[in-house]
């Protein structure tokens, strides 16, 4: 089975700009969670898609957002970037049969912005 | 409020000798999960290990076991004879099952990094 897949891996975007992250979940899950990594937050939690619903959502503005689509990929956007916005997301899917399902991640995207 | 805490942000360990990551959480639901995820330089979560609250018996995975100790609200992760590819980030997180609905939301810890010596 394919694993989660994100893209674009690196990204290097200017102060004000937009970008868009794709997630392709492992198939047969339906649940994808994302997650920013820097190293002065470390992981935090941004948010979470259930079958096409936003099922949960961390501490975050409202510039970064998501979506997911009818075949359980997803993306997030994050408009109007800051220099702060430079991290490492991740994504995570996850089966959601159970209470021991365990989340599954991505490589991740290195965004950089300048 | 729920919470993770790692007190090691580093350690050294010897070629196939053993070591433990320490890991103490905080949550008020009696239902929930810790899990165990190793970060290579690649930056890849790759998952280790899973204990729920209500497991008897500690987890083990091959060389990885968990030793839960739900009264001291511990959960740390041992590696049997390392191996120079052990050496990575090492994170401990928790899901809450019981309030605030379904969620597969991970609040992780601050991470241990490791390095295996040869």
């Known amino acids: 089975k394919a694993g989660v897949t994100q893209t674009p891996r690196y990204l290097i975007k200017t102060r004000g700009q937009q970008v868009t992250l794709s997630c392709s979940p492992i198939s047969g899950h339906r649940s994808v969670s994302w997650y920013q990594q820097t190293p002065g937050q470390g992981l935090q939690f941004l948010f979470e898609y259930f079958s096409e619903t936003q099922r949960n959502k961390g501490n975050f503005p409202g510039r970064f957002s998501g979506r997911q689509f009818s075949n359980s990929r997803s993306e997030m956007n994050v408009s109007t970037l800051e220099l702060g916005d430079s991290a490492l997301y991740l994504c995570?899917?996850?089966?959601?049969?159970?209470?021991?399902?365990?989340?599954?991640f991505g490589p991740g995207t290195r965004l950089t912005v300048l | 409020a729920q919470k993770i805490t790692q007190t090691q942000p580093g350690m050294f360990v010897q070629e196939k000798e053993a070591v433990t990551l320490d890991c103490t959480y905080d949550t008020s639901d009696p239902s929930y999960g810790l899990f165990w995820y190793k970060q290579p330089s690649s930056g890849e979560m790759i998952f280790l290990i899973y204990?729920?609250?209500?497991?008897?018996q500690n987890a083990t995975e091959g060389r990885y076991s968990l030793n839960f100790q739900k009264a001291r609200k511990s959960a740390n992760l041992v590696i049997s004879a390392s191996q120079l590819g052990d050496s990575a980030m090492y994170f401990c997180a928790m899901r809450e099952y019981g309030y605030g609905g379904a969620t597969n939301k991970l609040i992780f810890g601050t991470g241990t990094l490791l390095a295996v010596q040869p």
């Open positions: 204990q729920g609250s209500y497991d008897q």
């Open positions: 995570a899917s996850s089966g959601d049969r159970g209470s021991t399902d365990t989340q599954y």
